[in-house]
């Protein structure tokens, strides 16, 4: 069974719209330098795992009170058994939201067609040509690309988000993703937070001020349908 790590209680920006709790399960593929779950990522076993039984207990007792609930990580499309997870949470009557780095699209797309999400978060780490400078890890575009239009067309709620992270983003780079997903439902600029970070050369990393982040959502909104700020 895929090892819960950690359980945000009361999650209100992670599922829009609804009231949700976050579960965080170990590991990713990738290896971004200014990522804030550093020990969920390369020291995954330092984190005590949750118990599954009190994880059930756990969904339980919210019944009524919770509408979904998210699972992120790390890369939470890593592990195999995440379906038995997702079949869980649905089977208990709520809805699931997925974050991913679209490295899966075969277990997206799976998950999708068995009805067992209701809306997707990717995060897109840049423009194409620059992910493994980004990421610091071998990049498959083709899954990239292939978990977008997964997604696009997917008729769930559905998010694109970058963290616009200075010295690896700027302005040019974004116009590059919103021709690239020109058109879609929603994107969200991710401000940078310089905390825990998986390099931690990037504690030291100033996060670009919030008049850039407007300007850039200006200018990003006629390539979307509508283009959000997160984390300032």
Request: with cysteine.
């Amino acid at each position: 069974m895929v090892e819960i790590k950690g359980i945000e209680k009361f999650a209100s920006k992670d599922f829009p719209g609804r009231i949700s709790s976050t579960v965080f399960l170990a590991g990713c593929n990738f290896r971004c330098p200014f990522c804030h779950n550093a020990d969920l990522v390369l020291r995954p076993e330092t984190i005590q795992t949750i118990d599954l039984n009190f994880f059930l207990s756990y969904l339980d007792s919210r019944k009524g009170w919770l509408d979904g609930i998210c699972l992120s990580g790390g890369e939470p499309l890593l592990h195999e058994e995440v379906e038995v997870l997702a079949r869980i949470i649905k089977d208990r009557g709520y809805q699931l939201k997925i974050d991913t780095n679209g490295s899966f699209p075969e277990r997206l797309e799976y998950l999708i067609s068995q009805g067992l999400v209701d809306a997707v978060a990717m995060d897109i780490k840049g423009p194409l040509e620059r992910y493994p400078e980004i990421v610091r890890a071998r990049v498959e575009m083709k899954k990239i690309t292939r978990s977008v239009e997964i997604i696009r067309h997917s008729n769930l709620e559905y998010t694109f988000r970058t963290t616009v992270v200075p010295g690896l983003i700027d302005g040019e780079d974004l116009l590059k993703i919103a021709e690239w997903l020109k058109g879609a439902q929603l994107f969200q600029l991710q401000q940078f937070f310089p905390h825990n970070t998986l390099d931690p050369a990037f504690l030291k990393v100033e996060p670009y001020p919030v008049s850039d982040l407007g300007q850039w959502q200006e200018k990003l909104k006629p390539y979307f349908a509508e283009v959000i700020i997160e984390g300032i």
